[in-house]
């Protein structure tokens, strides 16, 4: 019998063609008004290019994640890219732990909670204390090791 052997590029191209089946909203003139944001930054790092932003909003319209953990705020790229795409009520918990600037995200739908100037320990210990579960974890920026049990903690149980 001859085996089928499936690589992990293979694997990685059957998952984004099934993703990709989906369509995603792009940001419009949010994403220029949310690059204005840089002039306020205490850090100016990078951000999410056009094409992470489809990515990430393909990911997001697929597992409608109602509750959303991200490390690594700063202008809100993907903050905005995820709340355009999440379900009613969704909420988007986000700590940046350079910045402090106030994202002009408005939804009718989807809130966001920002936790500036706070790193991500400081806010997973928030969500844990205030029993929060989080559906769906986007970091891109730094985490700790004591992060990792906090992070167990808001994972819903898969057994």
Known sequence: MNPITID????????????RSKSASGLGGLFDDLDELRDRA?????????????????????????TVGEVGTFIGRSTAAMAK?????????????SNDIKLPIRSNTVGVCQYPKQTS????????GSGTRVDLFYI???????????????????S
């Open 42 to 66: 205490d850090y100016n790092t990078g951000s999410l290019d056009r094409g992470d932003v489809a990515d990430l909003q393909e990911i997001v319209s697929h597992f409608q994640p109602m």
């Open 8 to 19: 992990r590029v293979m694997l990685g191209e059957m998952i984004w063609r099934r993703l």
């Open 85 to 97: 795409v999440m379900p009613e009520g969704g909420m988007i918990h986000t700590c940046d732990v």
């Open 121 to 128: 320990t400081q806010m997973f210990q928030s969500l844990v």
């Open 140 to 158: 891109d920026g730094r985490v700790a090791a004591d992060d990792l049990q906090l992070i167990k903690k808001l994972m819903h149980d898969l």
